[in-house]
């Protein structure tokens, strides 16, 4: 099992940034692809982005597309989301989740295909 945690959120205006990073331990992080999940209150989780073990292939919603941005570290065990231009609509609680194969890969990315996920970090952006 890998252990993650979640950190950077907090309250923005909108059309400001911020920087969630997800920290792994326990198991070889830099053989899995990270994703990045949000839940906003009375709604189902929803994807956000993904990135491969490498880091060399990146998908994300339509509705972050060009403004957030995911990246990693595997020297650092670490996975980024550099959120931009952030809307009211963004707010919600951000997790990250490793998945539950090693070197396995999918653009179109589910909650299923999760087997460890953070805590979550809140991020609400004002109007």
């Known amino acids: 099992q890998v252990q993650l945690v979640e950190s950077g959120g907090g309250l923005v205006q909108a059309g400001g940034s911020l920087r969630l990073s997800c920290a792994a331990s326990g198991r070889t992080f830099s053989s899995y692809t990270m994703g990045w999940f949000r839940q906003a209150p009375g709604k189902e989780r929803e994807f956000v982005g993904v990135?491969?073990?490498?880091?060399?292939?990146?998908d994300y919603a339509d509705s972050v597309k060009g403004r957030f941005t995911i990246s990693r570290d595997n020297a650092k065990n670490t996975v980024y989301l550099q959120m931009n231009s952030l809307k009211p609509e963004d707010t919600a609680v951000y997790y990250c989740?490793?998945?539950?194969?090693?070197?396995?890969?999918?653009?179109?990315?589910?909650?299923?295909?999760?087997?460890?996920w953070g805590q979550g970090t809140q991020v609400t952006v004002s109007s």
């Open positions: 989740g490793a998945d539950r194969r090693p070197t396995h890969y999918s653009s179109r990315y589910y909650a299923r295909d999760v087997g460890s």
């Open positions: 990135i491969s073990w490498t880091g060399s292939i990146i």
